[in-house]
């Protein structure tokens, strides 16, 4: 006889988002972000207390994928942020760092959230259709005749994880053959329904960096003993090798259950149908010529196959690679590569691993969005100034429908700016401080305990993105100071002779753009919040 269980009341908790009942786990979530963020961001050690998998890292996607958060609100936002980051791979730290800082800074406003959001929402529109527009100084087009926009990318992407542990030399030669990776993946005649190739990541431990390289091709690791055993390579035609390749075990057991279990009926007989499946399946592959079987990677099921899944070879072989042995598939028309990946040791090859897709998707934007950003938080400096400046002298007629006074505009509209400049200043660990030119609006980092005359101050020679140099007569402000309100220089206005050749720090304009909208609409949604409905059944 069944037992029937009273179902618990649902748990309601009115009003969660206040300062006192958010701030200390927001504050929690928004240093995490905020340490480990960009080249000089402090390593984040994530491990589970029973044992298990250990991840030394400062990229947000192994940060929040390792993070178990308890309280609703947060999870609200992590989750938002983590959505962001499986489509972009890059901007889940900016985002996390943006939207707790807004949420900490509009609570303590003495405006109504309603008031609040509908503001933070037409800000955040002014922001979007500046970095859209034509006047924007803050972006570059990505020039296609040469390779160097794609160096700085992947160079400012691989430079921003420390937990990779790589020289400079180490980056330059890893960037090298990301964006030839890159470009062999990229079809050389342009036509319709264009596909990209892909890239397969091989790490090897144990390597130095610098014997990293790229082979055309699958490489399949296998076992040494396995390496006499294997085919016959002199009976396989010299071309047009027909190939077959598979993700499970073709020894019939269930590789992939997870976590579910698998109901049998009675008068079935597991094995008696895997077997006839596979003898189904072999029938197939020799009707269909098909010269070689491998388990691997790519037809994910047993079901019968369209001939359209076979691949065909050029050529095999077999590779070795440190004490490592594969075989080599070398396909006569596709653009595949594997990117053997070498690391010292298993940490700082995973985070590699991590840092290099993240480079290799962010790439793989630019042939739809060809925009970089300015990095080094030059880009939410120079949106920080232009939001100040066009607000600074508003008029109540340009607030119509908006249900608000100038005052309380210009009050959301310096807390919205003060919230991007604090995410610029997130990028200082060493105690140093950031100023911005009251020109471009870009961020300058100063030593710890520099002077504050701005007559003779040291700065550095050059901004955080480096694309421009310190001249004689610029004008200083600290950043998050409230600096004057000034019209910062378009793209054209800023003197050739201010602008440096040098390598640039720059960011992915897709993953910025909407990592920021992320933020901001996170940001308001739990402004929103009124109630926690909690089902406790
Ligand atoms: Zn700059």
New binding site residues.
Partial sequence: MARVEMKKPSQCTAGPVTSASIRGPLNMLQMIAASSYGPTGRLKHVHNGSGGYVITTSQSSALLSGLSISHPVLQLLVSSVRNHVSHFNDGGLFAVILCCNLIDRCLTLPLSPHKVIAMNKRLLDMCLSYLTSEDCACKLKVDFSCNSSFFDLTRSVLSSKPACMLTIKEVDYISILVVKAFLFKVPLESRSNMILGRTVMVPVEGLSVMESTLVPGVLIEMPGSSWNRILALSDLPPANIKLALFSISMSGDFSDTGDGSVDVVDSVDPEQVMLEQLLALGKQLVDGHVHVLVCAQSIASLSSLSSACYGSLGQISKMSHGNKQYLHLIPSDTSVCSFLLCNRNETSLKELVRVCQTAEHTLNHLLKDPWLL?G?G?TETHLAAYVRYKNANIHSSHLEGQNCSVAEYKLVSDCFSSCLESAARSLEHDGGDSLTDLQDG??WSIPPNSTLDFNCIETGQK???Q??GKGDDMEWSMLGSGHKAFSPRSSTGVSPLLMNKEPLVVDSFTAKYNGLKVAVNTAGLILDLAYVIKDEN
């Fill in positions: 300015l080094g030059c870009h961020v901004c955080g993105c694309l421009l």
